[in-house]
């Protein structure tokens, strides 16, 4: 109570010495930023409303029939072609918005909490190969990871799993070759973690076939967690 009390001063006082604007129309974002920090009530309210996970467990289910691996799925938002939206993902993956990352996740956590009270041991983000992280600087999974981390007071586990080889970027590639281009490409990375019996939220930006998911949960699943949910913020197609 009084920390928010002295963080509501304090954004007083910066609004008052330099007004803040939302990062996505440029409106003032006011001081009454407790929940969100960079993105005004007006954008949020034109976003498209969260997927049923049902229908997001259909689509890993159609894909990978022979196996299920993930137990439960979550994720912000629907697609939308709302242009502002765009941006909005598009700032998250390739401009390296760490604050829309966070507050993002924080979303993404406080939609979980709503949905399940499965209290989860780590909180796994799926990883990208070390020369992408050189190039790009950033993982955005991580930033995610971090804002659900803030919302559900679950610790991260960025060094559990890796990427053990390079991939094509999977935007381009038809579904059948995404499939092709993620198998056995996660290991886990460190012995220090015991996975065995835990239950995993793994966290990726964006869900369109759930190659990448699954795969990463399957070498979750071979260090004997027991129990695997995913977390994304948009769900395609
Ligand atoms: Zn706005």
């Keep these: 109570m ?80 709302n242009p502002d939206f765009m941006e909005l993902i598009y700032s998250l993956k390739y401009r390296g918005f760490s604050r829309i990352g966070k507050e993002l996740g924080f979303e993404l956590g406080e939609l979980i909490k709503r949905k399940t009270d499965v209290r989860y041991d780590y909180i796994i983000p799926v990883p990208i190969h070390h020369a992408r992280l050189r190039e790009r600087g950033f993982n955005q999974s991580e930033m995610i990871c971090c804002g659900i981390s803030n919302s559900l007071n679950i610790p991260t586990g960025f060094d559990i799993i890796k990427r053990a080889r390079y991939t094509q970027t999977q935007t381009k590639l038809s579904a059948q070759e995404r499939k092709k281009n993620v198998k056995d490409v996660f290991v886990a990375k460190s012995k220090k973690y015991n996975l065995s019996g835990k239950t995993i939220l793994l966290v990726d930006d964006v869900f369109t076939t759930g190659s990448t998911l699954f795969h990463c949960a399957k070498c979750i699943i071979e260090m004997k967690a027991e129990k695997i949910d995913t977390a994304t913020i948009v769900f395609v197609g």
């Design 2 to 81: 009084f920390k928010d009390t002295v963080k509501s001063y304090l954004y007083s006082f910066i609004d008052f010495a330099s007004p803040r604007r939302c990062e996505l129309c440029g409106n003032y974002l006011g001081t009454n930023r407790r929940k969100h920090e960079f993105i005004c009530d007006d954008c949020y309210s034109n976003f498209p409303l969260p997927p049923k996970s049902k229908d997001i467990l259909e689509r890993i289910q159609s894909n990978f029939p022979d196996e299920k691996v993930i137990n439960n799925s979550y994720s912000l938002f629907s697609e939308s072609d």
